[in-house]
């Protein structure tokens, strides 16, 4: 019989590459990793791992358990589902991550209703980068996050992963208010030679600056890396450079910055673990966030 909790040490594998990731990833040492997949090795009965340099890679017969292994966690989070609907009423931690401007926005009352309609759940919240929610949501980090792709920055689709579409909004270019005299429309063209600010190095707002200056012909010359849409902001005001913000993020924008909106669209979207999506506390979830959602793009 194969043991489940090493099985999941394999996806991992699968996922991230190295023995010493999937560790960090499960808090678990290395040499505890390597002896766990040696032990599923002697169940399955054939070799499950291949070591190409300091690499391990998986052969057939390990991508073969792998693929089975996406099913049977699958199965596992549905049964988790169907027994926690046979309870009165919702209990326990809720994992929820979100990136800032959703933070800030939607997150806020969508929490309130949570707490009002199911008081025994216990609501915890992790504000980080769309990078970063695949691996949370794997790794059970979190149990749902608000996530988020632009035109330019378009994701790879993960098997392990649900999605339901939340909202598409704008992308602004924002620059410093213009003086009276120029009435022309700037363009992310016109910002060729401006100091542009952008994400931290690795954020999906940073590649978006990136690839939307690559595709009018230029690199950016970023001068400032800033994560809060509010920093942001207050730096183009400042006159310190040029950005592109979402709708989301230019609420309680300061006096001072020019929008000019573009065709790039942001599409955010609930992510959430494949078997998951009739669980009671995602269910609820899901409809306290679109109720806010909703009220929020109406404003």
């Not at 990136?210 to 012909?217: D, H, T």
């Not at 909106?261 to 966030?289: E, N, V, W």
């Amino acid at each position: 019989m194969i043991d489940v909790r090493r099985l999941r040490l394999l996806l991992e594998l699968t996922r991230r590459g190295t023995i010493t990731a999937v560790a960090e990833s499960l808090a678990y040492t290395p040499s505890a990793v390597s002896q766990q997949l040696a032990a599923l090795e002697r169940e399955a009965g054939v070799p499950l791992l291949e070591r190409t340099g300091r690499r391990v890679a998986l052969t057939p017969a390990g991508t073969v358990l792998a693929r089975y292994a996406e099913s049977v966690f699958t199965v596992l989070e549905e049964a988790s589902a169907a027994l926690a609907a046979t309870r009165d009423n919702l209990t326990g931690p809720l994992r929820i991550g979100a990136f800032p401007s959703a933070a800030r926005v939607i997150l806020p009352s969508a929490l309130v209703a949570l707490g009002r309609d199911h008081p025994g759940l216990e609501l915890m919240v992790t504000e980080l980068d769309p990078a970063d929610v695949p691996d949370a949501l794997h790794s059970g980090a979190l149990d749902v996050a608000l996530t988020f792709v632009y035109d330019y920055v378009p994701a790879t689709p993960d098997p392990a992963l649900d999605r339901e579409p939340l909202l598409e909004e704008t992308v602004y270019l924002a620059t410093a208010t213009p003086t009276p005299s120029i009435e022309k429309q700037i363009s992310v063209a016109d910002c060729r030679d401006a100091p542009w600010i952008a994400g931290s190095p690795g954020t999906l707002c940073h590649t978006l600056v990136i690839r939307a200056c690559e595709a009018q012909g230029f690199t950016p010359r970023i001068r400032h890396y800033a994560d809060d849409f509010g920093t942001v902001l207050a730096l183009v005001a400042a006159g310190q450079g040029v950005s592109l913000v979402p709708q989301l993020g230019l609420t309680g924008a300061p006096s001072g910055v020019a929008i000019t909106p573009l065709a790039a669209k942001r599409r955010s979207s609930i992510a959430f673990r494949k078997g998951t999506r009739h669980h009671p506390a995602i269910a609820a979830f899901t409809a306290a966030i679109r109720e806010s959602g909703l009220a929020s793009s109406a404003r």
